[in-house]
Structure formats: structure tokens, C-alpha cells
């Protein structure tokens, strides 16, 4: 039974992790009706970025802050350059260039800090006060890392008036350029605030599963699954799915398949989810008149 429980207690602690990822890509398909294909990988080098000025002696929370602002500075840029002239082109354009951008900043990361596997630090002692029977000090200090940030968004969005504008450009974007919203820049700040998302995720799973340009790839497949269980619209419904599929992954793991298929677990749930359920479990059932 105890064994049971720290199954789900980990899946827990994982799916916050899954749950942010989602959020970060469902930030961007709320904008942009699209997926961003290379969100693991700005993630990576942004985790990247953390772990040079650690070796510099930087202490950790000064390079974690500096690399969510730098995360956020390289979401707008790559928004405000790469992205901005293919905002109206098809669909296929976009997709092209979301995977022209996974390719290059794993290339990039590869090119300047070399492939092979790395340590990252953990900021949670393992002999910790945070460190419990069914969790680890790190499972506990990530988790609430990642439910400040979680937080911080939430009240961004309700009571900022820059939050207020993107979820107006977000909704409807031709009714918020009437009333003097820049609709193209509220996309810049939601591009940046998916990257810091992304880079404070990547920076709490490295200690676990070590660093490379490869990171992110498992994380991301279980971000997708996370966002399209719980509806690709619809944040609160992506964190409660990066809950679910944290403790799927556990308990499936641990007692039906084996560690080493754990990623099919992802696979699966993305498949069965646009079979039987497109929308999700939370997402909104789009009905067009014709």
C-alpha cells in the first residue's frame, strides 16, 4: 500500500510539471489556433542558459530569475521576428516553421554546450524540511515553484490590465483592435510568458532526468497529452490533465507495462483522446452554422 501511494503522490508532484508545459502550450493555441511543436526545445535552452551561469558561480535562484527573464525576452523576440510574418499564412507555413524552430534550438543547444549528459542542481537539500515519507524534497519544492507560477499567472490574467488585453486579443482579436488593443504585441508578451513557463519547468525536471539537448522530448509528449486531455482551450482543464497523466504514467509504469514503455502512456492517451473525445475533457464543443 505504501508503495502504492508514493506512485500516485510522485505522479502528482510529476504532473504539475506535465500541467505547465500544457498551460504553455495551450497560451499559444489560444492565440494562435496553433501548437507549438517547439516548446520542449526553448525550454532546453533556456535550462541551458541556467546551468552556464551556475557554472560561473552564479548562486541558484539569481540564475533561475535571470534565465525566466531571458526566457521570456527570447519567447517575444523569436514572436516579434520569426513568427509575426507568417501570422495570416496556412496552416501547413506554421507547422513548417514550429518545427524549423525545434530543429535549430536543438541544434543550437547541441552546437554551443556540446551533447553530452549533465547534472543540473537541485535548490531542495534531499535531507531537507521539504523532504516527506511519500515525497522528496525536490518533488515538494518543485511542485511549489510551479504552483507559484501557476498562481502568478492566474492573477495576471484576472486583475493586470495587460492580462485583461491578451485574453481580449485572445478571444477576439478584430473586436480588441477596435477598441485599441495591439494585438500582434499582446502575442509577443503571451509567446514570452509560454517560453518562461517553459524554461521554469525545464529548470525543475533537469535534476531529474539530467540535462541535454534531448531533454524535453518525453516532457513534451506528455505536455500534449495533458493538454489535449484536458482540452486544448482551456488552461484550468490542461493543469488537471497534467495531473491525470502524471499519475496514469505512475501507476501504468509501476504495475501493467514496465518502466521502459512509460512514454507509450502518452501515445496512447493522445490517440484515444482525439478518437473519442477531440475537445477533452474541459475544452469548449465548437458548433459552426452552415
Known amino acids: 500500500m505504501d508503495a502504492f501511494l508514493h506512485q500516485i503522490f510522485s505522479g502528482l508532484a510529476n504532473g504539475i510539471i506535465y500541467g505547465s508545459i500544457a498551460l504553455a502550450l495551450v497560451m499559444i493555441y489560444q492565440a494562435t489556433h496553433h501548437i507549438n511543436f517547439a516548446q520542449g526545445e526553448f525550454a532546453t535552452f533556456s535550462t541551458f542558459i541556467a546551468w552556464s551561469l551556475i557554472q560561473q558561480g552564479w548562486p541558484y535562484w539569481a540564475a533561475f530569475f535571470v534565465t525566466v527573464a531571458c526566457s521570456f525576452a527570447l519567447g ?28 535549430i534550438f536543438n541544434s543550437v543547444a547541441g552546437w554551443i554546450f556540446d551533447y553530452t549528459i549533465k547534472s543540473f542542481p537541485s535548490p531542495f537539500a534531499q535531507k531537507g524540511m521539504l ?58 508578451v503571451g509567446w514570452g510568458l509560454a517560453s518562461a513557463i517553459g524554461a521554469v519547468a525545464g529548470m ?35 493543469v488537471i490533465g497534467g495531473f491525470i497523466v502524471g499519475v496514469l504514467e505512475n501507476l501504468l509504469g509501476a504495475y501493467v507495462i514496465g518502466t521502459e514503455l512509460k512514454l507509450s502512456v502518452a501515445l496512447v492517451l493522445i490517440v484515444v483522446t482525439l478518437t473519442l473525445r477531440p475537445n477533452g475533457l474541459f475544452g469548449k464543443q465548437v458548433v459552426t452554422r452552415v
Open 204 to 238: 525543475m525536471v533537469a535534476p531529474v532526468v539530467f540535462l541535454d539537448p534531448n531533454m524535453m522530448g518525453g516532457i513534451l509528449l506528455y505536455g500534449f497529452a495533458a493538454a489535449l486531455l484536458g482540452g486544448v482551450d482551456n488552461p484550468v482543464g490542461a
Open 76 to 103: 517575444m523576440l523569436v514572436q516579434r521576428i520569426i513568427l509575426r510574418p507568417v501570422e495570416k499564412a496556412p496552416v501547413l507555413t506554421n507547422v513548417i516553421v514550429f518545427i524549423g524552430l525545434l530543429v
Open 131 to 188: 523532504a516527506t515519507a511519500w515525497f522528496s524534497a525536490h518533488e515538494i519544492g518543485s511542485a511549489l515553484v510551479m504552483l507559484c507560477v501557476l498562481l502568478a499567472l492566474f492573477a495576471f490574467f484576472k486583475f493586470t490590465p495587460i492580462g485583461l488585453a491578451m485574453r481580449a486579443a485572445a478571444q477576439n482579436p478584430d473586436s480588441a483592435r477596435l477598441v485599441g488593443i495591439r494585438v500582434s504585441w499582446m502575442l509577443a
